[in-house]
């Protein structure tokens, strides 16, 4: 029987963070197999549909206005070429559609009515939609379920404590009180965080910490490794190695053991055998397909030769939810 503890103690998560390597991913790997499908891997597929030029200056983010990078600004995307997009991703074995936009914010007009259509239509594909738009309000949320909406992501991306330091356009409760409106309108949660932002493991404890410390997990949990962009103030920031990437995956498994752990961004710069000790550790999902929202990611055929070699199958969509209702 699974246990789900909510009451995670900061000492607790740094013995298991800090354990030897090897006893983390056997520990993590252990309760990853009892509780959940292991062999099956979630495949969610990243759609920019607004690209740069946004207000926000989190320090990571090549989509931030202020930072000279060489990302190209784009407006809202078509409807149709949504679709197109969706289509070719659910070929490939996509069973998630996430769709991002570079927006401070959510606001009530004709792109947010555009979105609202996007969603309906590529939740009517059956497949399952994820959004990311920025800050919403709890009325936007509802509006997004009602279109057919499955998930919402909304990062908390490092410690409360380290947030100023990458952020200073919102704050840490911003994000927080966002969430809570996703939650309120029943939309499935998806928060997870950034390694790499030169953040120290007390910081990557404390993110675990108020992840796994919500009244209810996350339902899907993306560590993402710092994709080091030109231009960002984060552009010379070394490469996170393979072990903490491991620690959090792993640690994030214990502590939230029904919960989706997605091995984000990052992948492109990592080998196979370094992705098999994350699948090992307990991730069960990831983002496909040749660009994440403006920086390259494996291919889709890539990804499958390495399901194939491992033993892994993408997962169904809505394979848990029973209320789904296609149009
Ligand atoms: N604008 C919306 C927001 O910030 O919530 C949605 C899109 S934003 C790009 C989604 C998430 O992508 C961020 O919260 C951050 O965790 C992640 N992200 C952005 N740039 C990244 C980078 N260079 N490397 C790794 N993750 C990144
Ligand atoms: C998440 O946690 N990672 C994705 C998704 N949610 C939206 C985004 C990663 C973006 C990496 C940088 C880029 O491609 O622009
Ligand atoms: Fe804007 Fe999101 Fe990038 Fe921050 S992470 S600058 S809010 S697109």
Aim: proline share 3%.
């Amino acid at each position: 029987m699974i246990t789900i503890r909510n009451d995670w103690t900061l000492a607790e998560i740094s013995d298991i963070y800090h354990s030897p390597l090897l006893d983390l991913i056997y520990r993590a790997a252990s309760i990853h197999r009892e509780n959940n499908a292991y062999s099956e891997v979630q495949v969610s597929s990243l759609v920019s549909i607004k690209t740069g030029g946004c207000k926000e200056d989190c320090s990571y983010c090549p989509q931030a206005a202020r930072y000279q990078t060489d990302v190209a600004v784009e407006p809202l995307m078509s409807v149709e070429k949504v679709l197109q997009l969706a289509e070719a991703a659910q070929a490939k074995g996509a069973s998630r559609l996430c769709l991002g936009a570079a927006w401070r914010e959510v606001r009530d007009n004709r792109d947010f009515d555009r979105v609202l259509e996007m969603v309906s239509q590529v939740n009517d594909m059956g497949m399952e939609v994820c959004c990311t738009l920025g800050m919403l309000t709890y009325e936007q949320a509802r509006k997004l379920k009602e279109a057919g909406c499955f998930a919402y992501n909304h990062n908390i991306d490092t410690s409360s404590e380290n947030y100023h330091n990458i952020i200073s356009t919102r704050t840490f409760d911003d994000r927080l009180n966002t969430l809570a409106h996703v939650r309120q309108a029943k939309l499935s949660v998806c928060c997870g965080g950034i390694v790499g932002l030169g953040e120290t493991d007390d910081d990557r404890i404390k993110m675990l910490h108020t992840l796994s410390t919500m009244d209810k997990h996350p339902d899907s949990v993306p560590i993402n490794a710092l994709v080091a962009v030109k231009g960002t103030p984060l552009e010379n920031n070394e490469r996170v190695t393979i072990d903490v990437m491991l620690r959090m995956i792993a640690t994030a498994r214990i502590l939230m053991p029904a919960s989706m752990v997605r091995l984000s961004a990052g992948r492109n710069e990592m080998s196979l055998a370094e992705q098999a000790l994350c699948f090992m550790a307990g991730a069960n999902s990831i983002f496909a397909g040749e660009k994440l929202l403006t920086t390259p990611n494996p291919a889709f055929d890539q990804d499958m030769q390495m399901f194939q070699l491992l033993g892994l199958t993408p997962r169904k969509a809505f394979k848990e939810n029973t209320e789904h209702q296609m149009a």
